[in-house]
């Protein structure tokens, strides 16, 4: 079966940097798209990465230019790099997998569109 394992995740200080993994097991698709969401306490799931099986990516313009999503094919590990982090990054962070097709445009935006997570990675960002 489909499994996430996020990875990573911790306490920094504002404009510190931290880079969050996701091990991926259980699917050999040759298409899918993988996503980071996070969740503030009293907020709504959001999306803040995606990339799919033939290397597209997308971010939500709150974190573009600061986050990075990459992926290592060969061992399914899904990578968030995170740099110039601000207080209201503060979050779980969760890795989330849709089989069968690649990622559409905003897909971010539709958490419930994937139908596989991990449990997630706190992050702590203070100022």
């Known amino acids: 079966q489909v499994q996430l394992v996020e990875s990573g995740g911790g306490s920094v200080q504002a404009g510190g940097s931290l880079r969050l993994s996701c091990a991926a097991s259980?699917?050999?698709?040759?298409?899918?798209?993988m996503a980071w969401f996070r969740q503030a306490p009293g907020k709504e799931r959001e999306g803040v990465a995606t990339?799919?099986?033939?290397?597209?990516?997308s971010y939500p313009e709150s974190v573009k230019g600061r986050f990075t999503i990459s992926q290592d094919n060969a061992k399914k590990i899904l990578n968030l790099q995170m740099n110039s982090l601000k207080p209201e990054d503060t979050a779980m962070y969760y890795c989330?997998?849709?089989?069968?097709?690649?990622?559409?445009?905003?897909?971010?935006?539709?958490?419930?569109?994937?139908?596989?997570w991990g449990q997630g990675t706190q992050v702590t960002v203070s100022s």
């Open positions: 989330a997998l849709r089989r069968g097709t690649y990622c559409t445009g905003g897909i971010y935006r539709w958490a419930g569109l994937f139908g596989y």
């Open positions: 259980g699917f050999t698709d040759s298409r899918y798209c």
């Open positions: 990339i799919d099986s033939a290397g597209s990516t």
